[in-house]
Each structure stands twice: as C-alpha cells, then as structure tokens.
C-alpha cells in the first residue's frame, strides 16, 4: 500500500504543475484541471492497486483518495489565500501588502502540507504490511524517482525561501547574485544519482558526489563576500540529500 501510495502522491504532484500551467497558458478553468487530473489519479490507482500490486480495494479507494486531496489542496490558488483577514487588513495599507505578506507565508504553508504528507507516508508505512515483491519495490521507485524531480525541486525552494527571510530578519543583506545558477537541474539529477547509488550500496561513491559538488561549487561560493551562497549552498544541499535518503528508505521498506 506505502508504494501505492508514494506512486499516485508523486504523480499528483507533477499533475499539479501541468495543471498550472495548462490553466495560465490555454485559459483552462481549474474544476477542469482538477477533474482531469483526479481521472489519471484514479486509472494509475485502479491499474497499479488491483492487477499488479493485488491489493483490496478499500486500500486502493484509501490510497486514490489522499492522492486527490493532496491535488486538491496542492492547486489552491493565492487569490484564496488573500481573501484571509490577515491579507485583508494589509491590503488597505498598499497593493504590496498582500503579495509581500503570502511570499513569506505561502512556503510556510507548503512546508507544513508537506510534512504532514510525509507523515501520512510513514505511519502507512508502519500500519501497513510491506508487500516486498519485486512489482512494490518498482512502484515504489518510479514514485520516489518522479517525486525526487520537480516536486522535491519545489520543496528545496520553499526551505531557501524561509532561510532568506529569517537572514533578512536578523541582518540587512543584499539580495543581488544570491541565487546559485544551474540548481533546477543539477538537484534532481544529484538527488536520482544519489538514490541508485544507495540502492546498490555505494556509499564511497556517493561521498565522492558531495564532495564533487563542494569542489565544483567552490568558485562561485568563494567569491561572495557575504556568505549568502554559502549558507544557501549549504542549506539547499542538505535539503536534497535528506529527501533523497528519504526516497531510499522508503523503497526499502516498501
């Protein structure tokens, strides 16, 4: 069921993004969207639960069910969040009330969905019984893999973007250059690699990835003076190596 469960999550997250984006470029309602994207959630659920990993179908119902909330929840627009009385008090002071306002809670928010989330997949995880066919553990990887792309890329994100406001809480710091090039990429194929290299047991190999990394990164984090790209460096690295060990844990008991 963990598999399952990891399998439809990941994909609702991607979902997520073709949704977005398919409503912004082709004026696409979101009921639409969303139903759309409950279908794919609920066909994968039914092919994958029933043929293939034999669960019973209270579980794959279970399983398909929190993957649609989860897209639910993940597609609420910012306009929503606006209309909150906090948003609302700070909308009579200026138009950048509110924008300034929902950029410092939103990934808050995110973060919390997401560990709430990630609780929802340990407790399943230990109620459940692991299956331990080989069709579980494939699941299971495919899940982790796609989730290990752009919906851990967004993850890393909201975790930079409270680290950048809790530096600015405590100094003034310029916000010019701060960002490391190249990380939307280079995230996710770290975190991939990563993840196989532990699958079959290479833990020398994958010290040599960090290390790499470090090196590669060493001219671009030594010429700030300010040491922003450093702790974002930091930051950002032990964000993606978690989720990827995570990733790992999970298939193994799956």
């Known amino acids: 069921m963990t598999a399952l469960l990891v399998l439809l999550l990941a994909v609702a997250s991607v979902l997520d993004s073709c949704v977005r984006v398919g409503w912004k470029l082709r004026g696409l309602r979101l009921a639409a969207g969303l139903l759309a994207a409950a279908s794919v959630l609920t066909v994968l659920g039914v092919l ?32 929503w969040w606006a209309r909150l009385p906090g948003s609302r008090q700070q909308s009579r002071l200026g138009s950048e009330g509110p924008r300034e306002d929902l950029s410092h809670v939103l990934p808050l928010v995110r973060l919390a969905c ?25 699941a299971a990887a495919v899940g982790v893999a796609v989730f290990l792309t752009a919906p851990a890329n967004r993850i ?37 690699l990563i993840l ?41 690295s032990f964000a993606s190596w978690i989720l990827a060990v995570l990733g790992a844990v999970v298939i193994h008991v799956s």
């Not at 929190?66 to 597609?75: E, G, I, Q, Y």
């Not at 409270?162 to 996710?188: C, H, L, T």
């Open 114 to 138: 997401t560990a709430l989330l990630f609780l929802v997949v340990a407790v399943c995880a230990l109620v459940s019984e692991p299956l331990g066919s080989r069709a579980a553990k494939v």
């Open 196 to 236: 196989l290299l532990a699958s079959v047991e290479a833990p020398a190999a994958v010290a040599a990835i960090v290390a790499a990394k470090g090196v590669i990164r060493f001219p671009e984090i030594s010429k700030d003076e300010a040491g922003q790209k450093a702790e974002e460096f930091l930051i950002g």
């Open 48 to 79: 994958v639960g029933w043929p293939i990993l034999h669960l019973r179908g209270g579980g794959v119902v279970a399983v398909v069910l929190m993957s649609v909330a989860w897209l639910c929840w993940d597609l609420v627009p910012q306009r």
């Open 156 to 192: 890393v994100s909201d975790i930079l973007a409270v680290a950048r406001q809790s530096s600015r809480k405590n100094e003034k710091q310029d916000d010019s250059g701060a960002s490391m090039r190249g990380g939307r990429w280079i995230g996710p194929l770290e975190r991939i």
